[in-house]
Nanobody, 120 residues
């Protein structure tokens, strides 16, 4: 499946954005989907993930502020980002893959990035 991320932009600190990731095919059977981000000079990090069963996992830095969801009918993954901080500035990527029994994710497909810039 091919993924296309959108929804990034420039927002002031404290504001909100919703990222979308449209898939070229059905996501109903995709085991896990996720959002990652990469800030300049830093490694890419997992921000949030959601399984086919609806279980979610968040990075500590975004817990309580970001919400990941998937709409299988629309073949779309979302990331609602509230109370944004300058530290959230990064390129955000969506992905699809699998998760094993131990909770380890294996990402197979990636969307292109969408830039999120939070001004102070």
């Amino acid at each position: 499946v091919q993924l296309q991320a959108s929804g990034g932009g420039l927002v002031q600190a404290g504001g909100s954005l919703r990222l979308s990731c449209a898939a070229s095919g059905s996501i109903a059977s995709i085991d896990a989907m996720g959002w990652h981000r990469q800030a300049p000079g830093k490694q890419r990090e997992l921000v949030a993930a959601i399984t086919v069963g609806g279980s979610t996992n968040y990075a500590d830095s975004v817990k309580g502020r970001f919400t990941i969801s998937r709409d299988n009918a629309k073949n779309t993954l979302y990331l609602q980002m509230n109370t944004l901080k300058p530290d959230d500035t990064a390129v955000y990527y969506c992905s699809s893959g699998v998760v094993d029994y131990h909770g380890t994710y294996y990402w197979g497909s990636w969307g292109q990035g969408t830039q999120v810039t939070v001004s102070s």
